[in-house]
């Protein structure tokens, strides 16, 4: 029988485009391996590792031991082995040393915990295909502003820091967002932190008839602050920023608390993958869920490529699903979403509020 030649075609066509799905992903993974904070990388490499496993995914692995050198160096490595793109990356001097050598071998990078602005805000004049799976530095500030502007808005709510640079930026951005959308404190004020009363603040906070107080401040300092209020007989919800995840102190937090943080990456992962960690052995703690969410984004880009093998064009505007939710990057390259969210502690742990 004779098969015409748009058949063979057809079929030849089938056959390509079989083998180009079916082949292996060259996939380098950054992570500070030695140094302080190796217990950071080890988490990383668990967690790619983890993704990695099927064998559709060939994993380069470098230390760039979060400094300059260490980062050139693994992005050498990387071009030598030509990588199709690398994950990881924990440090600023690392990724700022790296950039330029992958973006001359034409490598993306999809970083899981550089916080700093200017990776992504200079991305016009860099040129550089990074995107970040984590949040932007300024994504707490800006999660503080919209998210207790929405939750205060009839409340009479009050604004203090402690002074220092963290704590008066996140008190500012707070303070803006409110005046923007019309809001303003009924009190705002710099306190003196690590002191063991702030029965003078409190006093002051009552007569200005607060009952809500936004804190630029840490947990020990706050923790204060609503024990003394408990002790003059003043109701007031407390709330600051992810520092009140610190090691607690020997003044108990109190029920209620509000804290405006990142969520516990495996309490909200896809359970299987959980369990899959789990029994592994492995806790899936810190950056374990964050990188093997990232070599999912990159499995995915690598598909989603297809024959052009342009991963960076795949990574830009496209929804990913991973284990931690789904994902999105931005024109620039940060993350679409915010993942900062609400929790109130319950005496216990921290729990996400419903902000719906």
């Not at 707490?140 to 009839?154: F, I, N, P, Q, S």
Request: proline share 5%; net charge negative.
């Amino acid at each position: 029988m004779r098969v015409s030649r748009f058949v063979i075609g057809a079929l030849a066509g089938l056959l390509l485009a079989g083998a180009a799905h079916a082949e292996t992903l060259r996939l380098g993974l950054a992570a500070p391996l030695s140094g302080p904070s190796a217990i950071l990388g080890a988490q990383m490499r668990g967690g790619a590792e983890a993704a990695a496993g099927d064998g559709a995914v060939s994993l380069q692995i470098a230390d760039d031991a979060c400094t300059a050198d260490g980062g050139a160096r693994a992005a050498r490595q990387f071009a030598d082995a030509r990588v199709q793109a690398v994950v990881g990356f924990l440090c600023g001097e690392a990724i700022d040393a790296a950039m330029p050598i992958l973006k001359d071998a034409g490598i993306p990078v999809i970083t899981i915990g550089v916080r700093t602005d200017s990776l992504t805000d200079r991305r016009e004049k860099t040129g550089w295909p990074v995107f970040r799976l984590g949040p932007r530095a300024d994504s707490e500030h800006e999660a503080a502003g919209r998210l207790l502007t929405k939750l205060w808005r009839d409340k009479l709510f009050a604004i203090v820091d402690d002074g220092t640079i963290y704590g008066r930026e996140l008190a500012e951005s707070f303070r803006t967002a409110a005046e923007q959308d019309g809001l303003k404190p009924v009190f705002n004020d710099t306190f003196r932190p690590q002191l063991d009363n702030q029965i003078g603040l409190v006093g002051r906070l009552r007569k200005a008839d607060a009952t809500h107080v936004f804190v630029g401040g840490d947990r020990d300092d706050i923790a204060v602050m609503a024990r003394d209020a408990r002790k003059i007989g003043a109701d007031m919800v407390f709330a600051g920023g992810e520092t009140l995840r610190a090691t607690p102190g020997p003044v108990p937090l109190a029920a209620g608390t509000l804290m405006i943080a990142l969520p516990e990456w495996q309490d909200i992962a896809d359970p299987a993958v959980v369990e899959k960690f789990k029994a592994a052995g492995i806790i899936p703690e810190g950056y374990v869920l964050p990188a093997y969410a990232a070599v999912e984004v990159a499995r995915a880009a690598f598909a989603d490529a297809g024959t052009s093998g342009d991963l960076a064009e795949a990574l830009a505007g496209h929804d990913f699903q991973t284990a931690i939710g789904p994902v999105r990057f931005s024109p620039k390259g940060d993350l679409s979403e915010n993942p900062y969210r609400v929790f109130r502690y319950d005496g216990t742990r921290f729990m996400p509020m419903d902000m719906q």
